[in-house]
């Protein structure tokens, strides 16, 4: 089994700042992807930012910028740097990784941290 525990959410004022975590443990070989998405109210979810084992990244449009997305692999840790934060951004945020756990690759849901930016 894998685990993903996320922290570092919370309330914050608008033009604030938070640092979200997500540690992964388990039964895991390595981690193809890794990725932060978000679901507001009434809305789908949708994804926020995503790094591969490379490196590379990609972000939302509504967060380049303002947001920076990292990994430390010797920790299977993922990281989401907010800053600037708007009240749009308000979210349930959701850590997900593409894992290989010795028999196939699939994806993995944390729990959800809550990120609220009062006006």
């Known amino acids: 089994q894998v685990q993903l525990v996320e922290s570092g959410g919370g309330l914050v004022q608008a033009g604030g700042s938070l640092k979200l975590s997500c540690a992964a443990s388990?039964?895991?070989?390595?981690?193809?992807?890794m990725g932060w998405y978000r679901q507001a109210p009434g809305k789908q979810r949708e994804l926020v930012a995503h790094?591969?084992?490379?490196?590379?990244?990609n972000y939302a449009d509504s967060v380049k910028g303002r947001f920076t997305i990292s990994r430390d692999n010797a920790k299977n840790t993922v990281y989401l740097q907010m800053s600037s934060l708007k009240p749009e951004d308000t979210a349930v945020y959701y850590c997900?990784?593409?894992?290989?756990?010795?028999?196939?690759?699939?994806?993995?849901w944390g729990q959800g941290t809550q990120v609220t930016v009062s006006s």
């Open positions: 790094i591969i084992s490379g490196g590379s990244t």
């Open positions: 997900n990784i593409l894992a290989y756990s010795g028999s196939l690759y699939r994806h993995y």
């Open positions: 388990g039964s895991i070989f390595s981690i193809n992807a």
